[in-house]
Structure formats: structure tokens, C-alpha cells
């Protein structure tokens, strides 16, 4: 009876060793407050990693650090690739700079609504940009195109912004993408590239008038306190590219890589439902309307605008970037063409 104690018990043992050494720890680098509820970037990422413990029954774990603790967005996209982390969602700034290409999508006035970005980058042209990103970079997989809280709103603490004519002057905190300076630009406005952790100080001090973000980021950063004006442009659909090292992803099983692109889709879906959620409630518009004025632009106003900065955005990426990013940009306008004019539940 002892010997087959002892034996069963070495069994045992062994079992749990090899259930550990078959657990992974996925780490997830990411730039806000780790709190679903808080933020679209980390609705995805709490719903991914529920998904990837449940679903792998704990074979792989998920450890995300928020708040930039590992680095700045730009560094999460290194450290995915070099494998010091495993995941990320980055924004277009952050992806910039080992990707030039990403600019194709800060086309202003681009989407008629939120349904047509999902049409847009659920379909072929996120598709084709996901398979450029991996074959440029080579060391990641994409797994998706979270939303970053929907379209930018412009805010500043000069002057209601009404008309063209109001944005003559007005100091704009952009990204360092040059397209982002070049639409601002464009519009009339002075662009001032700054980097993220300066944009409150930046407004407070006066040394920018005003900056541009989806209207959950504009909540939950309070930029409402150092702003008094803001104006619903809808000029710009910026999502995050939902990055992971390839090494990693190639190490799992089939099974595992399956889960995977399961957890990644219902994480988009998650961003999405949050951005919208935050949009209508107090911490959202009607939230920030009771402390700002806010501003729509009406259709004759906003086509002035389009007409603006759509030509200025697109001899950008003819002079400044490749036939692949032309090449890019052509399938995009393609993709709006049917997601802009397609109704909900109707072919």
C-alpha cells in the first residue's frame, strides 16, 4: 500500500510539473488605466485575457502592465518585437516610426459613422494592412484594429471653432505623424507636435491652445478642466493596431492560435461597445457639455473643411511615402465607397 502511495504521489507530482511547464505568461504592455470600464484600450485587453485563461484552461496567462510601467507606446512596439513583451495595442503615432505606412489612415473626413470603420477595417483593407505591417516589420502578427474611443473632436481654450475661418491661429497639439500636422495645417490652424505626457501641462500653461482625440480620451484625461471649447469635427478615425511577437505566436498550437484570434475579435468588439458606451453617457459628451460649449459642424461647413484637408493629406502620402502606401490608400477609398453609403441590416 505504501509503494503505491508513493507512486501515485510521484505520478501526481508529475502531472503538475508538466502542467507548469506548459503554462505560458503572456505579457501585455499597454499605455492607460488597467480597468475595463475605464477605457476602450483596456476593455480589449481585460476581455482578451479572460478569454485566453478561460478558454486555455490557464495553459496560457495574461499579465497586462497599463499605464506605460514597461515604456512609452512607441517602446511597447520594440519590446514586442524583441519579445520582452508579447502583446500591445499601439496607437498610429507609436507605429509610425518602425511603420510609415500607417499614415494612410489618418485620411481626414475619411468615415460617414462608426459602422463604416468596422465595414473598413474588418474587411479587405484591413486585411491587405495587417499582411503589409507583418511582412515590412517581419517579428509580429496582427491580430486586429481595436477603436481608440471613435472620432476626434478638436478642443481648445482660445475661441469656438464654428467655421474655417476660426481655426486660423489656433496652436493644436498634434501626434508626430506628419499627416496630422499636415491636415492641421491645412485647416488653418498652427500644429505642434508634443508628446502625450505634456499634453495637460501643455494646455494648462498655454503653451497650446488646443488638441484633437476621440471624446473618451478627452473624458477620462480631463482635458476638460484646462478647456473650454470643443468642436465635433469627426475629422479623423484613428484605431489602435493589435500587435503580438510572432515567435510567440508561432510557439503556441494550432488550437492555442485559434483562441487567440477568438480573443482578439471579441476584444475589438469590446473597444468598440465601450468607445460608444463612454460617447452617450456623463463620462462622454453630455458629461463634458456641461462644462464646455460644444460645437457640430453642419454639412455646407464641414465640406469646407474636407475640401481643405483632403488634397493637402493626400500630396503627403503621394510625395512623402511609396507606391505601397499609394497602393494602400487607393484600397481604402475603395472600401469607404461601399461602408459609407451601406445602411444597417440592408444590402
Not at 82 to 87: F, K, L, R, T
Not at 143 to 155: E, N, R
Not at 234 to 244: C, D, E
Amino acid at each position: 500500500m505504501t509503494k503505491l502511495r508513493t507512486m501515485t504521489a510521484t505520478l501526481a507530482l508529475c502531472a503538475v510539473a508538466a502542467t507548469a511547464n506548459a503554462e505560458q505568461t503572456l505579457r501585455f504592455g499597454t499605455d492607460n488605466n488597467p480597468d475595463v470600464f475605464d477605457n476602450p484600450q483596456h476593455a480589449c485587453a481585460g476581455v482578451f485575457s479572460n478569454i485566453m485563461e478561460s478558454a486555455t484552461n490557464g495553459e496560457i496567462n495574461v499579465e497586462i502592465f497599463g499605464n506605460n510601467q514597461l515604456g512609452n507606446a512607441s517602446e511597447h512596439v520594440q519590446q514586442v518585437r524583441d519579445g520582452i513583451i508579447h502583446a500591445t495595442l499601439s496607437s498610429t503615432g507609436a507605429m509610425a516610426s518602425y511603420y510609415p505606412r500607417i499614415d494612410v489612415l489618418n485620411m481626414p473626413f475619411a468615415f460617414a459613422n462608426n459602422a463604416a470603420t468596422y465595414h473598413v477595417f474588418d474587411g479587405a483593407f484591413g486585411q491587405a494592412l495587417a499582411a503589409d505591417i507583418e511582412e515590412t516589420l517581419g517579428d509580429v502578427v496582427v491580430l486586429g484594429f481595436p477603436d481608440t474611443g471613435g472620432f476626434f473632436a478638436i478642443t481648445n481654450s482660445k475661441q469656438e471653432i464654428a467655421s474655417l475661418d476660426d481655426m486660423e491661429g489656433v496652436r493644436i497639439r498634434t501626434m508626430t505623424l506628419p499627416s496630422h500636422q499636415v491636415i492641421i495645417q491645412a485647416l488653418g490652424a498652427e500644429a505642434y507636435p508634443l508628446a502625450w505626457g505634456e499634453v495637460y501641462s501643455g494646455l494648462q500653461t498655454g503653451v497650446i491652445d488646443g488638441q484633437m482625440n476621440p471624446i473618451p480620451i478627452i473624458s477620462f484625461s480631463n482635458f476638460n478642466e484646462v478647456q473650454q471649447y470643443m468642436t465635433l469635427t469627426n475629422h479623423l478615425f484613428s484605431p489602435y493596431t493589435f500587435l503580438v511577437n510572432r515567435a510567440m505566436y508561432e510557439g503556441l498550437t494550432p488550437a492555442q492560435q485559434a483562441t487567440m484570434r477568438l480573443a482578439a475579435e471579441e476584444c475589438v468588439a469590446a473597444s468598440r461597445g465601450l468607445a460608444r458606451i463612454i460617447e452617450a453617457s456623463d463620462r462622454g459628451l453630455a458629461g463634458l457639455m456641461e462644462t464646455m460649449t460644444v460645437t457640430a459642424l453642419n454639412d455646407e461647413t464641414r465640406q469646407g473643411f474636407v475640401d481643405a484637408a483632403q488634397p493637402a493629406f493626400e500630396a503627403h502620402i503621394a510625395n512623402n511615402l511609396d507606391a505601397k502606401a499609394t497602393e494602400l490608400l487607393d484600397l481604402m477609398k475603395s472600401e469607404l465607397g461601399a461602408a459609407n453609403s451601406q445602411l444597417y441590416m440592408m444590402d
